[in-house]
């Protein structure tokens, strides 16, 4: 009986942590008072006073604190490095990661953190987050509504509540010349969404989504937001028995059609983007990926409304390559923005990691230098520190890896570029089609019996080698 009851009691403690430490979105009730918050946020001094800004030192350099690859300024290609990445730090990882997972207590105590989600802690940290991209040189940041600002008791304290910040948020973008690259709505942490947000079973949840995110939307406008985006966390099912899954998509399109409205109405004028990802937190997620995403887009007469947002993670948990959701999304015209981040070949799981593999990072910039760049997107570092990374200066470096390894990619493919033989290699794969009959082909007007009148006059086709292994030659050359 004692036994069961230690059981119990530690279940309920793992169950209260896991949830306060994913995201610590909802005022804890032993700190109501505190989530009232005060207009002063007590402070005072730099949040990182050790930490100068960080410079281009170049390849030399042993200095983790500077930018190896990554140049601002320097220009590549056509273009300033900076154009080319519109590099953006996203606030829930860097702000609100706190190191806790499923087995796990946090590991992090950053120094400016009391420990509530107060109003004034979430304006506190939000000056910590100015600071930090100011030092970085990173000019542009995402955020989801209630990752910089708590939860109120109702829906006009919770709008309120975000009012504050996102004033204070104004206020620092334009002291520190830092634009939002997008906005978002969390529609996946509070327990009201378990059965998704648009495609919930329950009306009053629909509902309650669209006034989040009408919300969203104009805040992200507010501060002169680039884009918005919809992740769609909860929008898949657990099983397939209890789940209607025609009217669910038919739900979701009809909301996203609103959402799409609402923006025209307010004069918002940054792109609506859809992050695909196959699964987690559900088993099936409706926007499994980039292909599935333009399917049903284009099924409900939203193409021209929406772009893709690719997350590389998530293209590997959908068990393709990051290379070929950027390529799908680019030929398809939808390529919007991307979440800058990796997985872990041996993990099955999203583990948000900065992305540090040089040779991936030259494959996602084949794909972004090819679409002539991806502005109004950038490039978001949807990733987090690991559990055990537990100093300050942790959050520098991972950000500068991975900017730096991004940075890589593009002088790779403009060696590439420089070099030729690869578009060369692939111009060479298909020229049997720059020919008459190919033409034909291409422009659809080539019939049957036409290529079947062509196959009795040629006889049987040279098949040349793929040469596979040679544009893997000269790809690896330029790494
Ligand atoms: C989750 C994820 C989200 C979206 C924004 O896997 O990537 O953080 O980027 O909601
Ligand atoms: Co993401």
Redo the contacts with the bound molecule.
């Keep these: 009986m004692k036994f069961k009851m230690i059981l119990l009691l530690f279940l309920l403690a793992l169950v209260v942590s896991t949830v306060n430490a994913e995201g610590q979105q909802t005022c804890a009730a032993n700190l109501e008072a505190k989530c009232d918050g005060g207009s002063s946020d007590g402070w005072k001094g730099e949040f990182f006073p050790g930490i100068s800004k960080i410079k281009y030192e170049g390849p030399t350099s042993k200095n983790p604190l500077s930018y190896k690859w990554y140049n601002a300024e320097e220009e590549i290609l056509g273009k300033k490095m900076k154009d080319w990445f519109r590099f953006s730090v996203?606030f829930?990882?860097t702000f609100r990661g706190t190191g806790a997972d499923p087995f796990g207590a946090p590991t992090k105590s950053w120094p400016w953190e009391d420990g509530t989600n107060s109003l004034a802690m979430a304006k506190r940290r939000m000056r910590a987050h100015f600071e930090f991209m100011d030092k970085l040189g990173v000019e542009r940041w995402?955020f989801?509504d209630r990752d910089i600002a708590p939860d109120g008791k109702t829906l006009m304290e919770t709008n309120a509540n975000l009012d504050e910040v996102v004033a204070l948020a104004k206020e620092l973008q334009e002291g520190n010349k830092i634009k939002l690259l997008w906005g978002?709505a969390?529609l996946?942490f509070h327990p009201r969404y378990m059965h998704g947000a648009a495609t919930s079973s329950e009306v009053g949840v629909y509902a309650y989504a669209a006034a989040q995110v009408k919300k969203a939307l104009e805040v992200t406008h507010y501060l002169g937001g680039e884009n918005y985006?919809f992740?769609g966390?909860r929008e898949g099912y657990q099983s397939l028995l209890n789940t209607d899954m025609q009217r669910e998509l038919d739900h979701l399109a009809r909301f996203l059609k609103a959402a799409a409205d609402y923006k025209k109405k307010i004069g918002f004028n940054g792109t609506l983007l859809i992050?695909p990802?196959p699964q987690?937190p559900t088993k099936h997620q409706y926007d499994w990926d980039a292909a599935t995403a333009y399917a049903f887009l284009q099924k409900y007469g939203l193409l021209g409304e929406f772009k893709l947002?690719i997350?590389c993670?998530?293209a590997t948990l959908s068990g393709h390559s990051c290379h070929h959701e950027l390529e799908t999304a680019r030929i398809n015209g939808l390529l919007g923005n991307i979440?800058a981040n990796t997985g872990d070949p041996q993990i099955g799981w999203?583990t948000?990691q900065f992305l540090t593999d040089i040779g991936e990072a030259t494959l996602v910039m084949l794909s972004v230098v090819r679409n002539g760049g991806i502005a109004p997107g950038g490039f978001?570092f949807?990733a987090k520190l690991r559990r055990e990374s537990t100093d300050v200066e942790d959050l520098f470096i991972a950000h500068i890896s991975g900017m730096d390894t991004l940075a890589r990619g593009l002088r790779n493919v403009a060696k590439l570029t420089e070099d030729g033989s690869l578009a060369e290699l692939v111009r060479k794969r298909y020229q049997s089609f720059d020919t008459e009959i190919g033409a034909l082909i291409e422009a659809g007007k080539a019939d049957f019996e036409t290529l079947e009148k062509k196959v009795m006059e040629w006889g049987e086709p040279s098949v040349p080698s793929g040469k596979q292994e040679l544009a893997e030659m000269i790809f690896q050359s330029a790494l």
């Design positions: 996203a829930w990882h995402c989801h978002t969390q996946f985006v992740w966390g992050e990802k987690e947002n997350e993670n998530h979440d999203d948000d978001n949807d």
